[in-house]
C-alpha cells in the first residue's frame, strides 16, 4: 500500500490526474446527450411544422382531431413562436407570461424571447402553396431541459471539487491531530521518564555535600549545572505536552542569556554575536525555556552549517510601531538552496548523519504554534550563510504608541538604518 504521506506529492498528482478524466468523460458524455436531444427537438419541430401545413391545407377535408391532439398539442416543452412572413407574431406556445400583464409587456416577452430564438436556430417556414408570397415562419428554442444538461457537467465537477477540497482538509486537519497527539505524547512520556533520574540524581549530590571526601570538591559544582540544565530540558518537554505557561518577556534578555551559556559549550571557533536594537521596554509574551530551544536549535544547526568554523550573529529588533519583535539568526556556513526553504521544516527532514530531524520543526511548532509568530529562512547562498528570521508579536506596554521610527527626528533612525544596511553604528552616533 502506498504511503500517501511518504508520496503525498505523487498522490495528489493522480487525484489530479483522476478529476481531469473525470470531467472529460462528463463533458464528452453530457456533450453528446445534448447533441442527440437538439435533434430530436428539431425533428419535433418538423413534425409541428407538418401538421401545421396540413392543417392549413384548404384542400384537406380529413378530420384534423387526431392531428391537433396529438402533434400540435403534444408540444408541452419547446418554446415556440409562430409569426407570418413579416415577422409580426400570431400565435406562441410553452412560454411563461405572468397573469395579468399589459398587451405592451407582453409584447415585449415575445420580442425578446424571438430574439433568442433567431439567434438559436434558423426559422422553419411554413407555406400555404408552392410559390405563395406570403407564408408562415416557426421560431423556436432549446427546451429547459436542454440547458440543464448543458450545465451539469459544470455543476457536477464544482460539486467534486468542493469535495475534493473538503477531503483534502480532513485530511490535513487529520494528519495535524495526528501529529498533534504524537508530539504531546511523546513529549509527555520523555518529561516523565528524565524526572525519575534527575531527582535520584539531586539526592545524590546532596548526600555528597555532607561527605567530607567531596566537600568544596568542584565536581559538585559541575553536577549541579548539569541537573540544572537536565531540568530545564524535562520542562521544554513538559511545555510541548501541555499548555506552557507565558509571561512578558524582554526578547533580548531571553536570548542573551541562551547564547551565554551556549558560547564555552561550542567550538571556540565558532564567535557568537548578539546585536540589539530593541528598545529596554519591549516585551514579548513567551515562554522563556521553549523560546530558548529555540535559538539552541537553530545554533547548533548554524554550528554543523559551518562545520565547527565561523561566525553566528543574532540582531534583534523592533517594527516601526512597535508591535511586533524581529530576530534574524545569521550564519556563515554552506547554505540552504532556495527549494529546500520550507522543506527543512518538515519532520524527519536532515542532512546530517545522525539526529531525528526534529529540531527545525520543533522551532517551527514552538515559534508559530505556541508564540503566534513567524519562522522562516530569509535568505541563504550557497558557500556563504543562511538568515533565519523569527517575527514575535509584542505586548503592548503602556505608553508605547506608534514610533514611527522612519521620521528623520526620531532618534532610533540611524539604528534603523545602520540595521537595514548591515553596517555599524559610530561612536558619535
Known amino acids: 500500500m502506498m504511503d500517501i504521506y511518504r508520496h503525498k506529492s505523487e498522490f495528489k498528482l493522480l487525484v489530479f490526474v483522476i478529476a481531469l478524466l473525470i470531467g472529460g468523460v462528463s463533458l464528452y458524455y453530457t456533450d453528446t446527450l445534448v447533441k442527440k436531444l437538439v435533434e430530436r427537438e428539431k425533428e419535433q419541430i418538423e413534425l409541428y411544422a407538418s401538421a ?46 405572468p397573469p395579468g400583464v399589459s398587451p405592451e409587456r407582453k409584447e415585449r416577452i415575445l420580442q425578446r424571447e424571438l430574439e433568442i430564438m ?39 465537477l464544482s460539486v467534486i471539487a468542493i469535495f475534493g477540497f473538503l477531503t483534502y482538509l480532513a485530511f490535513s486537519y487529520s494528519r495535524k491531530a495526528e501529529q498533534n497527539r504524537i508530539w504531546v505524547g511523546l513529549a509527555k512520556e520523555t518529561a516523565h521518564q528524565l524526572g525519575t533520574p534527575i531527582s535520584s540524581l539531586m539526592a545524590w549530590v546532596e548526600l555528597l555535600k555532607h561527605d ?18 537536565l531540568q530545564i530540558i524535562t520542562e521544554r518537554f513538559s511545555n510541548i505536552g501541555s499548555k506552557p505557561i507565558f509571561k512578558p518577556e524582554n526578547p533580548y534578555e531571553v536570548v ?32 522563556r525555556h521553549l523560546f530558548q530551544w529555540v535559538i539552541e536549535n537553530l545554533c547548533k544547526n548554524a554550528v554543523d552549517a559551518m562545520n ?13 510601531n512597535h508591535k511586533k519583535t524581529i530576530i534574524d539568526v545569521s550564519d556563515t556556513g554552506k547554505g540552504i538552496p532556495k527549494s529546500k526553504f520550507k522543506k527543512i521544516f518538515t519532520p524527519g527532514y536532515t542532512t546530517k548523519k545522525r539526529g531525528w530531524g526534529l529540531g527545525l520543526t520543533l522551532a517551527k511548532r514552538i515559534v508559530e504554534n505556541y508564540h503566534k509568530g513567524r519562522i522562516f529562512v530569509k535568505a541563504s547562498e550557497i558557500d556563504k550563510g543562511t538568515k533565519f528570521r523569527i517575527i514575535l508579536p509584542n505586548q503592548q506596554t503602556e505608553g508605547i504608541e506608534d514610533y514611527e521610527l522612519i521620521n528623520k527626528k526620531n532618534p532610533l533612525r540611524k539604528i534603523v538604518e545602520a540595521w537595514e544596511n548591515n553596517t555599524s553604528l559610530s561612536e558619535k552616533d
Request: charged share 30%.
Open 212 to 229: 567530607d571526601q567531596f566537600k568544596g570538591h568542584e565536581v559538585l559544582g559541575e553536577l549541579e549545572k548539569d541537573i540544572k540544565r
Open 52 to 97: 401545421l401545413r396540413f392543417t392549413l391545407d384548404p384542400e384537406n377535408n380529413e378530420p384534423l382531431t387526431f392531428i391537433f391532439d396529438e402533434i400540435i398539442k403534444s408540444n408541452q416543452h419547446i418554446p415556440v413562436i409562430l409569426t407570418d412572413h413579416e415577422g409580426n407574431i400570431i400565435t406562441y406556445k410553452n412560454i411563461d407570461i
Open 256 to 287: 542573551k542569556e541562551i547564547i551565554d551559556y551556549l558560547r564555552p559549550r561550542i567550538s571556540p571557533k565558532v564567535e557568537m554575536e548578539v546585536i540589539n536594537y530593541t528598545l529596554k521596554d519591549t516585551r514579548v509574551l513567551m515562554n
Open 118 to 156: 433567431k439567434q438559436e436556430h434558423s426559422p422553419i417556414i411554413v407555406e400555404y402553396e408552392v410559390g405563395a408570397p406570403t407564408h408562415n415562419k416557426i421560431y423556436y428554442r432549446n427546451s429547459d431541459l436542454i440547458y440543464q444538461l448543458r450545465w451539469y457537467p459544470y455543476a457536477q
Open 308 to 320: 565547527g568554523v565561523g561566525k553566528i550573529e543574532i540582531k534583534l529588533k523592533v517594527t516601526a
